[in-house]
């Protein structure tokens, strides 16, 4: 069974197209393409692109943390719109160098109609997790995270694994990115709650998956064989060229319809990030 390298390297530029979805207190959904159009500012080192494989992704990274989520915090003006605030705490660096705390501020949270605003192709966290970051060296809009590289460390079979967001175990770590095998855990759910695992056994996986030091290690040792490094500096706060109001929203295809309102039965649009085959 083949599993996918990289998840879809995310390119969240300025002139940027971004899949989002909004829940309603009732808990029906709609897909939010947001747009910005206005000039971006000069990036440095690493040039802000797709994250397609190792090199790519290292060349927009200023460090590679370990750390584990101690709290989740939601803002929201409505200059900036809503944003998450993800506190990593206890954070060491496997690559670069970080401070013992670091804030990863996404775009997306409560709007005070109630509502949840989702950017779909950014990585979700969880507080009481420990994750794996590379943390951009960029100028960024919408999230310092590069690409979907935020990993969960999980256990299964008192086992520990390195998850993806899918929650897909990586098995393996080289130069061309991540390969991950069929998923352990359960897909996202709205209620914010971690997501359970669907086996206790990683009996079924033909490739051992990494744990956090094998992961580790196989990241570092790759990227001395290529010459890979770092560099560059992190910024906790986001460019500010992203305009969260220049947006277009319509009906999920997969959202109940409101009582009383006729089903066109036609598809949207789709949004959803591409697979890397």
């Not at 779909?120 to 951009?136: D, M, Q, S, T």
């Not at 694994?161 to 998923?183: I, K, M, Y």
């Amino acid at each position: 069974m083949k599993h996918s390298r990289i998840r879809k390297g995310v390119c969240l530029a300025a002139a940027l197209a971004l899949a989002a979805v909004t829940f309603d207190h009732f808990g029906s959904t709609r897909s939010v393409q947001a747009q910005d159009v206005r000039t971006p500012l000069p990036l440095a080192p690493g040039k802000l692109g797709p994250a397609e494989d190792l090199p790519s992704a290292v060349n927009q990274t200023a460090a590679i943390v370990e750390g584990v989520v101690t709290d989740i915090q939601y803002d929201y003006s409505e200059q900036e719109g809503p944003w998450t605030r993800v506190i990593l705490s206890n954070v060491r660096a496997i690559a670069g160098e970080a401070p013992p705390m670091v804030e990863i501020r996404q775009f997306g949270g409560p709007l005070p109609n109630g509502a949840l605003m989702v950017a779909a192709e950014l990585p979700v966290f969880f507080v009481g997790k420990e994750y794996i970051v590379f943390l951009r060296n960029t100028a960024w809009n919408v999230s310092p995270v590069v690409g979907d590289f935020a990993l969960r460390v999980e256990k299964v079979d008192d086992a520990e694994v390195v998850v993806n967001s899918d929650g897909q175990p990586v098995t393996r770590l080289d130069v061309r990115g991540l390969e991950f095998g069929p998923a352990l855990f359960e897909a996202l759910d709205r209620d914010g709650t971690a997501p359970k695992a669907v086996t206790d056994s990683l009996r079924a996986i033909a490739s051992k998956p990494l744990d956090r030091e094998r992961f580790a290690t196989s990241l570092r040792s790759t990227l001395d064989a290529q010459a890979l490094r770092v560099s560059g500096a992190f910024s906790e706060k986001p460019a500010g060229l992203f305009n969260w109001r220049g947006q277009r929203a319509g009906q999920s295809p997969d959202a109940i319809p409101p009582v009383d309102v006729p089903d066109s039965k036609q598809p949207e649009t789709d949004f959803s990030e591409l697979k890397i085959r």
